[in-house]
């Protein structure tokens, strides 16, 4: 359990509808959470684990390559 280590177990209340985004431009995902009857929560991702990121790109008429399939191959494991 690491909930009250990243800032969400300290809080007492309704949270739903979160959502993800590089909200500092560090290249890593941030969290916001709407609350019910208070502020939404913003969370800032400070991991300095490493990442990959990923920009698909097809040809007409699918330029967003949808249904494209991503492996990741490391320490004997395919993500």
Not at 57 to 68: D, E, H, I, K, L
């Amino acid at each position: 359990e690491v909930g009250e280590e990243w800032g969400f177990a300290d809080e007492e209340d309704i949270s739903h509808a979160p959502a993800t985004g590089d909200l500092d431009d560090d290249g890593d995902l941030d969290v916001v959470v709407n609350r019910l009857g208070s502020p939404a929560g913003v969370y800032r991702n400070d991991a300095t684990a490493p990442r990959i990121a990923v920009r698909l790109m097809g040809q007409a008429p699918n330029t967003y390559a949808v249904g494209s399939k991503i492996h990741v191959f490391g320490d004997s494991r395919c993500q």
